[in-house]
């Protein structure tokens, strides 16, 4: 059996897939949902104090959706990807597969490849649903900012899961692995409150659909998109090294 259907029978098998489309998509449900009935839930929780609450825009149930899944999205995304790119988290199934390979950082591509493409497709599936439910709810979206903005927060969650290839391949184990990635990935929005340097940041990608709804220039995202696209490949380079040179 290869790796990469190894990897691919594990993502399915243990059903770590639902757990990333499951939420994807319920938070892609509960985003427009929330943003149409908003002002009904202020109104019925406010006794007598008015609250006042702008009507919602279409552009309102995608932002809603991805506020949600920018936490508990990237979370579950960590994790999951903790859960297969910390090889040496299991110390005697490590060194199995290290003797199964010619070069120890074969391990890696397979695992980064399957949980990066399930992380990207729960996000695309959260995503349509949201917009389809949008539609009818608060109404239409500009096709356009949609794709690429979509595109764009995927591309994010690539850079993301090589973060997790990283600190996975340098700490080994699974908390250590988790802890570390959601750090440096909790670090880049506290580095954004400098205007100099937030355009330049992947994370500047992951709210890019709804800046490209309410009328931003794809230009203004194309420094974080180039940076990104270089350095996730760098990152999974880095990752591969330090899985080669490490011991068990």
């Known amino acids: 059996m290869s790796l990469w259907r190894l990897e691919i029978l594990r993502m399915v098998r243990t ?7 499951g939420l994807y998509v319920f938070f892609g449900v509960l985003g427009p949902v929330g943003a149409r009935y908003l002002n009904e839930l202020v109104s019925n929780f406010a006794g007598d104090i008015t609250i006042i609450v702008p009507d919602p825009r279409p552009v309102d149930g995608i932002a809603q959706f991805l506020s949600n899944v920018t936490q508990l999205g990237v979370l579950a995304v960590v994790v999951v990807g903790a859960s297969a790119l910390a090889v040496d988290a299991r110390s005697e199934i490590a060194a199995f597969l290290r003797t199964r390979v010619p070069r120890s950082h074969d391990l890696l591509l397979p695992r980064y490849t399957v949980v990066a493409a399930t992380s990207m497709l729960a996000l695309v599936l959260g995503t349509g649903v949201a917009w389809v439910l949008t539609l009818p709810l608060l109404g239409e979206l500009a096709v356009g900012p949609m794709l690429l903005g979509t595109l764009l927060g995927a ?10 290839a990283v600190a996975g391949a340098w700490l080994g184990g699974l908390l250590p692995t988790v802890l570390a990635s959601l750090l440096v990935l909790l670090a880049l929005p506290v580095l954004g409150v400098v205007p100099q340097v937030q355009p330049w940041l992947p994370s500047h990608l992951v709210l890019a659909v709804v800046g490209l709804l309410e009328g931003e220039e794809p230009s203004a995202f194309l420094r974080a998109g180039a940076v990104t696209l270089v350095v996730t490949p760098a990152l999974l380079v880095l990752a591969g090294r330090l899985l080669g040179r490490r011991e068990l």
């Open 15 to 21: 059903h770590r897939w639902t757990i990333l489309a």
């Open 155 to 164: 591309l994010y969650l690539a850079f993301a899961v090589a973060v997790v």
